[in-house]
Antibody
């Protein structure tokens, strides 16, 4: 059974750093794209970027390039999303999602449960 | 960036009636690698992560009821719910996965009339 299990909710202060995780199981982690999607309160889905764990090839949306870092550790089949300096505007639900069975161009067929990040001053 | 524009932003449909959501891309989504349109549709119910409904513009995801169908090619796509059920109350998003940077539409909220 394919599963993506995300780390728990976080409450942080502006300027702090943060790394959230997404543990994958039930499929070959290194050969499937895995990515992150932001959903701000009451808003739509925003594609942040994706990584191919096999060779660490990473693509970022221009809106998030330089603001976050996406990484993956094949040894523990886990993807990460990291901030060095949080802003209040980073308050959102963050979903990891992977492209496992649908093939190239098929979108994300498996999703994590989401990690709520709350940033306050 | 590829811009995905959905219409309408919201619609109210009676139970058992048809719901139609449109999605327009600023560039063609025909993928040369597999000769399919790289367009997906998702359903997001309140408090839940999105669920893949349709990929390749017209292929239903695993376990998706056949009242959901996708059509279109190039830049214009449609998601149709043939007979709306109460459990279909949700926000629906299209997403292009053709170009290097994937993008979502703004979402369409489906309500029960």
């Amino acid at each position: 059974e394919v599963q993506l299990v995300q780390s728990g909710a976080e409450v942080k202060k502006t300027g702090e750093s943060l790394k959230i995780s997404c543990k994958a199981s039930g499929y070959t982690f290194s050969t499937s794209w895995i990515g992150w999607v932001r959903q701000m309160p009451g808003k739509g889905l925003e594609w942040m970027g994706i990584i191919y764990p096999g060779d660490s090839q990473t693509r970022y949306s221009p809106s998030f390039q330089g603001q976050v870092t996406i990484s993956a550790d094949k040894s523990v089949t886990t993807a990460y999303l990291q901030w060095t300096s949080l802003r209040a505007s980073d308050t959102a639900m963050y979903y990891c999602a992977s492209q496992v069975m649908v093939g190239l161009g098929g979108g994300f067929d498996f999703w994590g449960q989401g990690t709520l990040v709350t940033v306050s001053s | 960036d590829i811009v995905m524009t959905q219409s309408p932003d919201s619609l109210a449909v009676s139970l058992g009636e048809r719901a139609t959501i449109n999605c327009k891309s600023s560039q063609s989504l025909l993928c040369s690698s597999n000769n399919k349109n790289c367009l997906a549709w998702y359903q997001q119910k309140p408090g839940q992560p999105p669920k893949l409904l349709i990929y390749g513009a017209s292929t239903r995801g695993s376990g998706v009821p056949d009242r959901f169908s996708g059509s279109g090619s190039g830049t214009d796509f449609t998601l149709t719910i043939s007979s709306l059920q109460a459990e279909d109350l949700a926000v629906y998003y299209c997403q292009q996965t053709h170009h290097t940077l994937w993008t979502f539409g703004q979402g369409t909220k489906v309500e029960i009339k």
